[in-house]
């Protein structure tokens, strides 16, 4: 069976600062991985998708994701926060065969930025 | 990005009634997802539909039902709702299998309260 992992269930960043999420996965194959963004009361946007290829990818807002099959990880990085970067973060990971097709989430990391 | 719409919002429904929760996408998208999301909580996939006249129940058991007569129209509905339905439910949609198109796309979410 397939899973992700998000083990920080709460991160506190100041303005300004790095961050990096920690996602891990587990998968028999090469997963397609992707980091999603929620902010209070709305739907999921989409940051950023690996499916093969370079292991790094760029997503929208400035942030990044790094594959490393040795470590079944697929963290998210971001030189620098903007207060508007407060929300919930999302890894999912889509295979074939588990899920029901469907997307597997992890259960989310709180992004909270300090001034 | 894709363009999809869920209505209502938000909605505060008492206890017992039929309610129908609507999902349109305007990119001719193949497949369409529903997932239930509790407050704080991860996404878990609860419908999703390969094509028209394709439903399929997903990993979460849910008394909801779907129904997929048009490509872009994917809605769900609770015949009895009851307080154990509040959740936010979003709807999905991907273009199509394999490579790229698998990429899901989320609507802004619907809000139920059932008092």
């Known amino acids: 069976a397939q899973s992700v992992t998000q083990p920080d269930i709460h991160i506190t960043v100041s303005e300004g600062a790095s961050l990096e999420l920690r996602c891990n996965y587990s998968?028999?194959?090469?997963?397609?991985l992707f980091w999603y963004v929620q902010s209070p009361g709305q739907g999921l946007q989409l940051l950023l998708k690996y499916f093969s290829g370079d292991t790094l990818v760029q997503g929208i807002k400035g942030f990044e994701a790094e594959f490393k099959r040795s470590q079944s990880s697929f963290n998210l990085r971001k030189p620098s926060v903007h207060w508007s970067d407060a929300a919930e973060y999302f890894c999912?990971?889509?295979?074939?065969?588990?899920?029901?097709?469907?997307?597997?989430f992890g259960k989310g990391t709180h992004l909270i930025i300090q001034p | 990005e894709a363009d999809i719409y869920q209505t209502p919002r938000y909605l505060v429904i008492g206890t017992g009634k039929k309610i129908t929760l609507e999902c349109s996408q305007t990119?001719?998208?193949?497949?369409m997802y529903w997932y239930q999301q509790d407050p704080g909580m991860e996404l878990h996939l609860i419908h999703y539909s390969y094509g028209v006249n394709s439903t399929e129940k997903g990993d979460l058991s849910s008394e909801s039902t779907v129904s997929r007569i048009r490509t872009e129209h994917f809605p769900l509905t609770l015949e009895s709702a009851r307080p154990s339905h509040t959740s936010q439910y979003l709807c999905?949609?991907?273009?199509?299998?394999?490579?790229?198109?698998?990429?899901?796309?989320f609507g802004e979410g619907s809000w139920l309260t059932v008092v």
């Open positions: 999912a990971l889509l295979g074939v065969g588990g899920g029901a097709d469907g997307l597997t």
């Open positions: 990119m001719g998208h193949d497949k």
């Open positions: 998968y028999g194959a090469t997963p397609y």
């Open positions: 999905a949609s991907s273009p199509r299998l394999g490579g790229a198109g698998n990429t899901i796309y």
